[in-house]
């Protein structure tokens, strides 16, 4: 299996539960993460990612970490300081429409947004409202072009969105898709050479479906021109993946992968969680569970059932913790307190 990766985790598309995966996975194989300085959360989003800000990075020894996986905005020479050559470099990507109403959502207090009721408001007039030089402006405009480390109000000619796709295949080994989450896990586990348990998961920091409300076509047309390289990084490695799928896997195999993968997801909901799924934050009985509630989005958590085995409680606990705790847990492990 391989240990060394890189998971570039874009914002609002599934990349909490890919994280999970990843914190579950290092912390059973005893591997070392690039943690923030200080055990933040961010590694200094939304500048460009400096190797300075990993917690334990210096120029003069060359200890490198096993998993980079924090939020960050991407810059390669940078992360190669902390990471090692032998690295797998991957990312998560989701359609720009949807990417854009969960934007709006959760980060309903950027600049852009604050100001709008709506997002059919806010593509009416965008410029009304959105500010290229503000210091948030990309949770306005091409979030996934901002995160890979490019310029977000960067012209669209057929030469600049070449030359920036073939950057992105450069530097990074796949991409996966969020709304196909099953068959890019398969994809996972099948490149990383991991088993099935190790790519199973429970989706982590999703929205109440109340919050959520379908777009008219008039208004999905502007978000695609209004986020024009998203759109164009998200169509062409949409169309990469399943043509690796057919390549690497093949659809039968992948539908067999798919179903065991499911059963599987299934039958651990079944041990681990009571009821049957994730529920309201205020329904949350350990408060440890509970997943920090951002914007105008309602975190969704689990409740585990009571009385599990200790090996057991342990494994489902891992699968429900939220990021931030998970993070901060493994960091306390990797970086222990001075006794006092």
Same mark, same amino acid.
């Given at each position: 299996?391989?240990?060394?990766?890189?998971?570039?985790?874009? &914002?609002?598309?599934?990349?909490?539960?890919?994280?999970?995966?990843?914190?579950?996975?290092?912390?059973? &194989?005893?591997?070392?993460?690039?943690?923030?300085?200080?055990?933040?959360?961010?590694?200094?989003?939304?500048?460009?990612?400096?190797?300075?800000?990993?917690? #334990?990075?210096?120029?003069?020894?060359?200890?490198?970490?096993?998993?980079?996986? &924090? &939020?960050?905005?991407?810059?390669?020479?940078?992360?190669?300081? +902390?990471?090692? !050559?032998?690295?797998?470099?991957?990312?998560?990507?989701?359609?720009?429409?949807?990417?854009?109403?969960?934007?709006?959502?959760?980060?309903?207090?950027?600049?852009?947004? !604050?100001?709008?009721?709506?997002?059919?408001?806010?593509?009416?007039?965008?410029?009304?409202?959105?500010?290229?030089?503000?210091?948030?402006?990309?949770?306005?405009?091409?979030?996934?072009?901002?995160?890979?480390?490019?310029?977000?109000?960067?012209?669209?000619?057929? $030469?600049?969105?070449?030359?920036?796709?073939?950057?992105?295949?450069?530097?990074?080994?796949?991409?996966?898709?969020?709304?196909?989450?099953?068959?890019?896990? +398969?994809?996972?586990?099948?490149?990383?050479?991991?088993?099935?348990?190790?790519?199973?998961?429970?989706?982590?920091?999703?929205?109440?479906?109340? %919050?959520?409300?379908?777009?008219?076509? !008039?208004? +999905?047309?502007?978000?695609?021109?209004?986020?024009?390289?998203?759109?164009?990084?998200?169509?062409?490695?949409?169309?990469?993946?399943?043509?690796?799928?057919?390549?690497?896997?093949?659809?039968?195999?992948?539908?067999? $992968?798919?179903?065991?993968?499911?059963?599987?997801?299934?039958?651990?909901?079944?041990?681990?969680?009571?009821?049957?799924?994730?529920?309201?934050?205020?329904?949350?009985?350990?408060? !440890?569970?509970?997943?920090?509630?951002?914007?105008?989005?309602?975190?969704? #958590?689990?409740?585990?059932?009571?009385?599990?085995? $200790?090996?057991?409680?342990?494994?489902?606990?891992?699968?429900?913790?939220?990021?931030?705790?998970?993070?901060?847990?493994?960091?306390?492990?990797?970086?222990?307190?001075?006794? %006092?």
């Amino acid at each position: 299996p391989k240990t060394d990766i890189v998971f570039l985790k874009v &914002h609002k598309s599934a990349s909490s539960t890919v994280m999970n995966i990843l914190f579950r996975f290092g912390e059973t &194989h005893n591997l070392t993460f690039a943690f923030p300085q200080g055990g933040g959360f961010q590694l200094y989003y939304p500048y460009h990612f400096l190797a300075r800000f990993v917690q #334990g990075f210096s120029p003069l020894s060359p200890r490198r970490f096993n998993i980079l996986c &924090h &939020h960050m905005r991407f810059l390669q020479p940078e992360v190669q300081k +902390v990471v090692p !050559s032998s690295a797998v470099y991957f990312s998560i990507l989701r359609n720009p429409v949807q990417l854009m109403e969960s934007s709006f959502v959760y980060y309903k207090g950027a600049s852009a947004f !604050s100001r709008v009721r709506s997002l059919e408001e806010f593509l009416r007039q965008p410029y009304r409202y959105y500010n290229p030089a503000s210091g948030d402006r990309h949770y306005a405009r091409n979030l996934m072009t901002f995160d890979f480390g490019f310029n977000p109000d960067g012209e669209v000619s057929p $030469e600049r969105v070449q030359l920036m796709l073939r950057a992105i295949e450069a530097s990074f080994d796949f991409l996966l898709i969020s709304e196909y989450f099953d068959e890019s896990m +398969v994809l996972l586990k099948e490149m990383l050479c991991w088993d099935l348990d190790s790519v199973v998961s429970f989706p982590l920091n999703t929205r109440d479906s109340s %919050t959520k409300s379908p777009l008219p076509d !008039s208004v +999905v047309e502007k978000l695609k021109a209004w986020n024009r390289l998203d759109w164009e990084i998200y169509t062409h490695f949409n169309r990469t993946f399943w043509a690796r799928i057919e390549r690497d896997i093949g659809r039968e195999r992948m539908r067999r $992968e798919v179903k065991a993968l499911r059963e599987r997801q299934a039958e651990l909901a079944r041990t681990c969680l009571q009821g049957t799924g994730s529920v309201a934050p205020k329904d949350i009985q350990d408060s !440890s569970l509970r997943p920090l509630q951002h914007g105008g989005a309602r975190i969704l #958590g689990y409740n585990l059932k009571q009385g599990l085995d $200790e090996e057991l409680e342990r494994t489902c606990r891992r699968l429900v913790t939220p990021e931030l705790q998970y993070s901060s847990l493994l960091y306390k492990k990797q970086f222990p307190p001075p006794p %006092t």
